[in-house]
Each structure stands twice: as structure tokens, then as C-alpha cells.
């Protein structure tokens, strides 16, 4: 006697309601607070959520499903960079929104940070203090467009405030809290003394903040840190992180709103939205 599978089950009950959400990883908190504003927007829509990883050729069974009905639209968070071109043929067939992308990705609404504009105004923050020897930690050279984007905005700022480069240092941050331990912890016992450690993300920051007190040093008294992202673990550190906030609830609520009226085909307004970031200070620097 033949007996139905669950995800077979699953999926009738979905079919022509449900949303993935595309990610190339959910681990972290930065994942998690945008999908606590995504998913219960879509749910209240009256749309199945999905949260699905990229890998391998994971693009070619999302269209297949996109193809026999069952995915509605799409939310891209975050992707890599590699990732653009095998999921050109999905978003062309679908109503999608993407979260800050390195590349054009098609027709889609493109919500990007303003990561030029908030580095500014972090350095700008920082200079004003005094600091003029400074650490910049890299994220994820290979998948991230924004990790370029950040540090071309740092050294823009020293730039045209004429720091000369051996006042600046750069290492590799991963936008992982033990890269980043590791890689200061190393800066640090070659005898090294950065004034201020800017960081790619918060993680990696945080990553500094262990590295810096391990070695019998204080923050901010002997070396400033600072970060990006505005996670919510920032404000509850001592000393709490600098760093530059934006509302990923907030966000994730907008995105899902605006997912929700491509599909039901009254979408209107702009297609690129820049996000701004906001500087909060702690007591980082």
C-alpha cells in the first residue's frame, strides 16, 4: 500500500504559498535577528517560510521547485559573491528581494548598507579621539563583496587625512571571533601596539577584545576596538562596543513587506534601497 512521505506532505500543503529565504550559512546571530523580523512578517501574510542554504548545485533543485509551483518568491541574504550567476535563472522567473549584494542580480529589489557612509563615520570618530596607529581586520575576502567594501573605505579616510601607510596594519579578521583572537594575539606578541583596532564585523571585534585583555592590556586605555553590525551582545560587553548599527528586525519586517507586494503584483518604489548605519559609541573608544 503506498503511503505518502511526510516532506511530500509537507510540501502539497505549501505548494503556491511558500517563501525561501537563501542564505550560503545561518550560523550566528546576525542571521538570526533578520529572520526574527522576516519570518513573522511572511507567516502574518499568510506565506510557509523556508530558510535554505546554497551549496553545490542546491540552485538547480530550487528551481525545480520554483518550476512545479511551490516557491512564490525569494529572500537572498547576504549571498556570496560566487553565487550570482547560478541563481540568475531563479530570479528571473521570481519576485525576489536581495540583502546587500556585491553584484547586479538580475530584476530583483536590492537592499544594500551603506558601508562606505558608515565607515566614515566610525573613522571619523575615532580620528576625533586621537587615535593615529591603527589595525584593520579583514572579513571573508573570497565570499564577501562587503569586506572590500569596508576596508576601501578605511584606507580612503587615512588617505585623505594623509596617515602615512605604516601607521596602518591589516590582518585577517574572517568575521570570526577565534580568527580574529588568533590573529590579533599573534600582532600583539611580535611586540606590535596598535592605537585603535577597527574590525570587518562585531564578531571579529570581539575577537580583538579577547586578544587585547589576554595579553594584560586594557581597552580602551592602551587599545581602542570597533566594530560592525550593531549585534545586540554589544551593548551588554564591558566596555561596551563601538560599532555601527542597523535595525536587522526592522529590516527584516521591511523586506518581507515589500517580497509579499511584488507577489501580489502591486510592487512599487525603488529598487535599490541604501540602508544607513548608525554610530554607536562605547565605551570601546
Known sequence: MYTPSIAARILKGVKGNLIAILTDGLAGPWYGELLE??????????????????????????????????????VVLNPAKSLAQSLAPLIESLPTVVFDPGENYGKSIKYVLDNRGGIAALMSHLWERGYREY????????????????????????????????????????????????????????????????????????????????????????????????LDICAWMQPALTTLKFDRRALGQEMARRIISEINGAGSGERLVTVPLELIVGGST
Open 37 to 74: 523580523g522576516i519570518q513573522p512578517a511572511l507567516n502574518a501574510g499568510g506565506f510557509a517560510v523556508a530558510a535554505m542554504t546554497i551549496q553545490g548545485n542546491s540552485p538547480l533543485l530550487y528551481r525545480s521547485l520554483a518550476s512545479a509551483g511551490f516557491i512564490r518568491g525569494l
Open 135 to 230: 589595525l584593520w581586520l579583514d572579513g571573508d575576502l573570497e565570499a564577501a563583496w562587503d569586506a572590500e567594501e569596508r576596508f576601501a573605505a578605511f584606507q580612503d579616510f587615512l588617505d585623505r587625512k594623509d596617515l602615512p601607510r605604516d601607521k596602518r596594519m591589516r590582518t585577517m579578521g574572517g568575521f570570526r571571533t577565534g580568527v580574529a583572537e588568533q590573529a590579533v594575539a599573534g600582532i600583539l606578541g611580535q611586540g606590535l601596539r596598535p592605537r585603535a583596532v577597527v574590525a570587518a564585523n562585531d564578531e571579529s571585534a570581539i575577537g580583538a577584545l579577547n586578544a587585547i585583555r589576554k595579553s594584560g592590556l586594557k581597552v580602551p586605555e592602551d587599545i581602542a576596538v570597533a566594530g560592525f553590525d550593531g
